[in-house]
């Protein structure tokens, strides 16, 4: 009888899951739990690719993928703060003053475009999913869709422009075919579409380009993630963002496994929607999961003007992901693949860099969560990204700000001396410098049957408890007893 009860209860709940309807409100939406695997994942992998991919020129510092904006407009930023005149007198010396943006949709070839190698890649990388851009805010799509070329009078999408091919069809089902999960970035507004270009107009860019264009691609993809962006330039209101995630999930074919950013209107962002986003920042942290998004360099498309000095380094690539997952985030890291369909070399090694730290260390990466305290700073001055920001006067916060937080600080600041995470009963300490000797761990209250372990090796550590926390007595470690570069984890079981 008690098993009968238990199943009914069981059905019950299963049947008031499947029936939830969440209506077009915010209070309803942001009511809609986050899937766990995001919650899980904390490393995934951006891709930025177009047309833009064809120049892919910018000045260092700058977003490369916005190079037809700085061209029309005339305008540039980034942290070189540049010559507001940069990319279009580039365009004008390199392709000539009348040469429209236009001819690098047919320029762009994506003639070594290799999915299953990409795919490959993204496993051995340790990511857990990726967002493809399907269509960035020059409207090119990456997918056959008709949309686009009736808004801007010519083939604008990658069948019927230059590849000739779907390349987020070819790309989904590559990665299905490993444990990566498949979303896809897209840009709500279009630069110079007409519809939208005219105000009065935006009506219609709304109803007859936008929401018939996000339908077909979660219909036809079905992706894990939808990315929204361009968000900035109107409210919810004009985008019926609303309206749409109602559709999204309670009707769509992804209703109960999608998940969203929160990029859905200029009024939305860190408030409404499903997970926040932070783009270059340092230090935030939310009540929920999130996602900080960066390149590898300063651009999320690839520049070429970009060179080995102006990529991060994969130790500060593996600071940024710990600071960010100890944090309760996930770090989508960029690629940019160039107009051949190319990942550049540089970008494929820093992934599988990555891949060989997270096969050692993966277990304080994947499913934690924050601790009670997510990092510990040394004695001196703390300075976070926005202050960084500021005192520098830069609009992005470079990876190797991370380094002036912990290997390579200024004099009198402090410096992050463990990341910490959690997981079931352990607690992991991520440092960023191997200590010699003695490793102090301020707030962990270790219990009498307490374990401290190296990730990676077979190695224990002797420790005792003191009135700031816990002390983890370090004897010398020959090379050959180091089981990784650039930060190492030590796990700890029977703390508080």
């Known amino acids: 009888m008690k098993i009968q009860i238990a199943l009914a209860v069981l059905c019950s709940t299963l049947v008031c899951a499947a029936a939830e309807k969440y209506e077009p409100t915010w209070e309803s939406l942001d009511a809609r739990p986050i899937p766990q695997w995001f919650a899980d994942a904390k490393f995934g992998i951006f891709i930025h690719w177009g047309p833009y991919s064809v120049p892919a020129w910018a000045p260092v510092g700058t977003y490369s993928e916005w190079y037809q904006y700085w061209l029309q407009n005339k305008t540039c930023s980034g942290n070189s703060h540049p010559k507001p005149t940069a990319v279009s007198d580039y365009h004008a010396r390199v392709y000539g003053e009348d040469f429209s943006y236009y001819r690098f949709g047919e320029m762009f070839k994506a003639q070594d475009f290799d999915p299953a190698a990409w795919a490959e890649l993204f496993a051995q990388s340790g990511a857990r999913y990726i967002l493809l851009t399907s269509k960035h805010h020059d409207g090119f799509c990456l997918w056959p869709n008709q949309h686009a070329n009736k808004a ?31 979303g896809l970035y897209y840009s709500l507004f279009e630069w110079y579409n007409p519809l939208w270009k005219d105000a009065a107009q935006r009506g219609r860019f709304v109803d007859e380009h936008f929401w018939p264009q996000v339908k077909e691609l979660v219909t036809r993809y079905q992706p894990a993630v939808l990315w929204a962006d361009g968000d900035w330039m109107v409210d919810d209101t004009v985008w019926k963002s609303r309206e749409l995630l109602a559709w999204l999930y309670n009707e769509s074919p992804v209703k109960d496994t999608i998940v969203v950013n929160d990029r859905w209107g200029k009024n939305c962002r860190l408030k409404h929607g499903g997970y926040p986003t932070t783009e270059f920042q340092s230090g935030p942290s939310f009540d929920k999961p999130w996602e900080e998004g960066r390149g590898m360099g300063f651009s999320f498309g690839y520049n070429r003007n970009e060179d080995v000095q102006d990529y991060n380094t994969p130790q500060v690539l593996i600071f940024v992901l710990a600071d960010v997952v100890s944090h309760g985030g996930n770090l989508a890291l960029d690629i940019g693949p160039d107009g051949t369909g190319k990942i550049p070399p540089i970008m494929q090694e820093r992934l599988l860099q990555i891949g060989q730290w997270l096969k050692v260390n993966g277990e304080a990466i994947y499913g934690t969560r924050k601790w009670k305290t997510p990092v510990q700073w040394s004695a001196g001055r703390q300075m976070d990204g926005e202050e960084y920001k500021k005192l520098m006067k830069l609009p992005y916060v470079g990876g190797n700000f991370i380094l002036k937080q912990t290997v390579n600080p200024e004099p009198g600041m402090a410096v992050k001396e463990v990341f910490f995470t959690t997981k079931g009963d352990a607690v992991y300490a991520i440092v960023p410098k191997l200590p010699e000797g003695k ?16 990730l990676g090796t077979n190695k224990t550590f002797r420790w005792e408890k003191t009135k700031d926390g816990m002390k983890i007595t370090l004897p010398p470690l020959l090379a050959k007893d180091v089981p990784c570069e650039h930060a190492w984890v030590f796990k700890l079981t029977g703390v508080k």
Do not use: I
């Open 152 to 182: 801007f009078g010519r083939p604008w999408n990658s069948m019927d422009a230059g590849p000739k091919r779907d390349l987020v069809g070819e790309l989904k089902a590559a990665v299905e075919k490993t444990p990566v999960k498949f």
């Open 439 to 454: 490793l102090l761990l301020k707030g962990v209250v270790p219990e009498s049957k307490a374990h401290v372990s190296l």
